[in-house]
């Protein structure tokens, strides 16, 4: 079964693009709800998450993600520290779903594939773009952020053009019903190549 890497950039419209997969039957593994749900439910992390940032990150053992935001976003080495805490949990939980999954490929969705170097775990890369003036008017309507807290966010990503260098699909995201037309198309391909 082939994994397919799916990334881009914060407000580039990857969960669109997910759910367009999965509309077409394929399974879905997105990555930042899963470290999510790991960060609140493995005994291990919480520990090691505690240790380095603090008991107060976690109030009635969920963590507090805004206070651990604060604490990372800023300093390289803290999110560094956090990251190698919390990736390989998420890629080991990643090869236990992916065990349980049929079909000719799985798709696994990851904002910072590249950066991490989870790249070299796929088969192939989908990345998804879209204008830098859509992605911040996403990214505010979604989290209601504040342009600076948005570039900051976005600081710790490569760029669209270090990344399209190594992807093998690239999906500009602008207008739905075409992202949804070159979802279609590379579905087939990978059901062809299978």
């Not at 963590?63 to 990736?87: G, Y």
């Not at 090869?95 to 989870?118: C, D, H, M, N």
């Not at 003036?133 to 760029?159: F, G, K, V």
């Amino acid at each position: 079964m082939k994994v397919v890497g799916l990334t881009g950039g914060i407000g580039s419209g990857k969960t669109t693009v997910a759910n367009f997969f999965r509309k077409l039957g394929t399974p879905v593994y997105i990555a930042d709800e899963e470290a999510k749900k790991i960060m609140n439910t493995s005994t291990e992390v919480k520990k090691r998450i505690t240790q380095l940032f603090g008991e107060d990150t976690y109030i009635n053992s969920i963590l507090d993600r805004k206070k651990l935001a604060s604490r990372v976003f800023h300093d390289a080495s803290r999110l560094e520290a956090l990251n190698a805490i919390v990736h390989p949990a998420v890629g080991h939980h990643f090869e236990e779903w992916k065990k349980a999954q049929t079909g000719a490929y799985v798709i696994y969705e990851a904002a910072i594939l590249f950066e991490r170097g989870s790249d070299k775990k796929c088969d192939l890369v989908i990345l998804v773009t879209s204008p830098y003036d859509l992605r911040i008017q996403r990214l505010q309507e979604r989290d209601q952020s504040s342009i600076e807290e948005i570039e900051a966010r976005m600081a710790h990503q490569w760029t669209d053009e270090k990344k399209t260098a190594l992807a093998d699909y690239i999906i500009e995201n602008k207008d739905l019903s075409e992202t949804w037309e070159k979802v279609q198309n590379i579905h087939q391909k990978l059901l062809e190549s299978a």
